[in-house]
């Protein structure tokens, strides 16, 4: 029993969090957080992977600069 225990708790220990990000327009009485500055905080704090899915994407290269430069700091 101990054995499957501390495979629990290894396997607990390794598993990756996510943060989902939802963002649209601002509606009465709804409490939101920039988008870009969400993104930028989430690009930098990455040290794995990074799953973006979008409709629209605007001003890429300055949205993306944080996740370069993360990667190019964890790589280089």
């Given amino acids: 029993m ?3 225990v501390a495979d629990r708790e290894r396997r ?3 598993e990756v969090g996510a943060d989902l990000v ?3 327009p601002d509606l009465a009485g709804d409490y939101t957080r920039d988008t870009r500055i969400v ?3 989430l ?3 990455a040290r794995k992977r ?3 899915s979008t409709y629209a994407l605007y001003q890429g290269k300055d949205l993306f600069l944080p996740l370069h430069e ?3 700091f964890d790589n280089g």
């Fill in 22 to 24: 939802w963002s649209g």
């Fill in 39 to 41: 993104v930028h905080e």
């Fill in 50 to 52: 990074v799953l973006v």
């Fill in 2 to 4: 101990k054995t499957l």
């Fill in 70 to 72: 993360t990667m190019a």
């Fill in 43 to 45: 690009f930098r704090k």
């Fill in 12 to 14: 607990a220990a390794q």
